[in-house]
């Protein structure tokens, strides 16, 4: 499902008055959310490890760009450390097996891994658990070296020993409040206290919410990695925030002819890839999707699309480097 605009702060001006009415009926709902979530992660005896986890959430539901940030945070580790295991961890959302297991990009599909792990494995070593705490004891017997979180920082089954909070720099936390009455998976406070660094994904300036100078802030662009052909493109996604992926490509120098959203986690129908040929066939177009929609499509249903790789680059290695000094060390040689 998508989420509702009145969540980002827009009003539709077809229902000006029905908007602050929901809201309003949603208040209880987003108390006991908060409540509830609150009490767990109170109550919680995470498990602690004898390997480093970092964890890389955020407090918003979806579309912040935090499988980029962890799959760049993965690759920088790797390079300084290349004789280390560093490996992904992802709860497997909208694949049927729930884990411990380490993915293979070869032989699994998104419907039995998860989108988001499968990209992440085809970068390097990634492994999906729904029981965090099983799927960190089954990465540490089978000899990773520091696991990285992507998503997680609500879910208090293991102990992290440094959490990043991705943000996007745009979207910021929407309307400020809480699930149903917002995106916020929990109170902006209470999640920021938990953190040690917040990561703003895009070059948009600073969302409102955030503390002034109690936390260090690390900024992180979204490229392209590829060059595109220069002809009409159809461009469709369904990720937390498709107008993202159009935006990019716009500002890559291919703005749409026409552009599709669908809903985060999308699985792909036989009438779905229908429509678009024939979107695509009416602008004499090329077909493109993210990596993370492609990994989804079933093998027959890829022919004639391609997709625009990306990447998250930190702006500032060396305060990353420091702000993770206390787990590398355990990596050193």
Request: proline content about 8%; overall charge negative.
């Given at each position: 499902?998508?989420?509702?605009?009145?969540?980002?702060?827009?009003?539709?001006?077809?229902?000006?008055?029905?908007?602050?009415?929901?809201?309003?009926?949603?208040?209880?709902?987003?108390?006991?959310?908060?409540?509830?979530?609150?009490?767990?992660?109170?109550?919680?005896?995470?498990?602690?490890?004898?390997?480093?986890?970092?964890?890389?959430?955020?407090?918003?539901?979806?579309?912040?760009?935090?499988?980029?940030?962890?799959?760049?945070?993965?690759?920088?580790?790797?390079?300084?450390?290349?004789?280390?295991?560093?490996?992904?961890?992802?709860?497997?959302?909208?694949?049927?097996?729930?884990?411990?297991?380490?993915?293979?990009?070869?032989?699994?599909?998104?419907?039995?891994?998860?989108?988001?792990?499968?990209?992440?494995?085809?970068?390097?070593?990634?492994?999906?658990?729904?029981?965090?705490?099983?799927?960190?004891?089954?990465?540490?017997?089978?000899?990773?070296?520091?696991?990285?979180?992507?998503?997680?920082?609500?879910?208090?089954?293991?102990?992290?020993?440094?959490?990043?909070?991705?943000?996007?720099?745009?979207?910021?936390?929407?309307?400020?409040?809480?699930?149903?009455?917002?995106?916020?998976?929990?109170?902006?406070?209470?999640?920021?206290?938990?953190?040690?660094?917040?990561?703003?994904?895009?070059?948009?300036?600073?969302?409102?919410?955030?503390?002034?100078?109690?936390?260090?802030?690390?900024?992180?662009?979204?490229?392209?990695?590829?060059?595109?052909?220069?002809?009409?493109?159809?461009?469709?996604?369904?990720?937390?925030?498709?107008?993202?992926?159009?935006?990019?490509?716009?500002?890559?120098?291919?703005?749409?002819?026409?552009?599709?959203?669908?809903?985060?986690?999308?699985?792909?129908?036989?009438?779905?890839?229908?429509?678009?040929r024939q979107l695509a066939s009416q602008y004499d177009?090329?077909?493109?999707?993210?990596?993370?929609?492609?990994?989804?499509?079933?093998?027959?249903?890829?022919?004639?699309?391609?997709?625009?790789?990306?990447?998250?680059?930190?702006?500032?290695?060396?305060t990353l480097d420091k702000l993770l000094e206390a787990?590398?060390?355990?990596?050193?040689?």
């Amino acid at each position: 499902m998508r989420p509702p605009r009145f969540w980002s702060g827009e009003i539709d001006p077809r229902s000006r008055e029905a908007a602050p009415l929901t809201r309003l009926l949603l208040s209880p709902f987003a108390a006991l959310y908060a409540r509830t979530t609150a009490h767990r992660i109170k109550t919680a005896e995470p498990l602690k490890l004898d390997i480093p986890v970092v964890c890389v959430g955020n407090l918003t539901a979806g579309g912040t760009g935090k499988s980029p940030v962890a799959a760049s945070l993965r690759t920088h580790l790797q390079s300084r450390y290349p004789d280390a295991r560093i490996a992904t961890l992802s709860r497997g959302y909208g694949g049927r097996l729930k884990g411990p297991l380490k993915v293979n990009f070869a032989s699994h599909a998104a419907a039995e891994v998860g989108d988001e792990p499968l990209m992440l494995a085809a970068g390097g070593e990634a492994w999906i658990g729904a029981d965090r705490a099983a799927a960190g004891q089954a990465m540490q017997a089978d000899g990773v070296d520091l696991i990285i979180m992507d998503d997680g920082h609500q879910n208090p089954g293991l102990q992290k020993d440094v959490s990043l909070v991705v943000v996007d720099s745009e979207a910021g936390f929407g309307n400020g409040f809480v699930i149903p009455k917002g995106p916020l998976r929990e109170p902006i406070a209470a999640g920021l206290a938990r953190a040690d660094a917040v990561v703003l994904t895009g070059d948009t300036g600073t969302p409102e919410g955030l503390p002034g100078d109690q936390l260090p802030v690390l900024r992180t662009s979204i490229k392209p990695v590829a060059d595109l052909q220069p002809q009409p493109y159809v461009a469709f996604a369904g990720i937390g925030r498709p107008e993202k992926f159009f935006d990019t490509l716009e500002a890559h120098g291919a703005k749409p002819a026409d552009a599709v959203p669908f809903p985060d986690h999308h699985v792909y129908s036989r009438s779905d890839l229908t429509y678009l040929r024939q979107l695509a066939s009416q602008y004499d177009a090329q077909l493109i999707t993210t990596e993370k929609d492609f990994v989804r499509l079933r093998h027959d249903q890829r022919d004639g699309i391609v997709t625009l790789p990306i990447r998250a680059e930190f702006a500032d290695t060396a305060t990353l480097d420091k702000l993770l000094e206390a787990v590398t060390q355990k990596l050193e040689p």
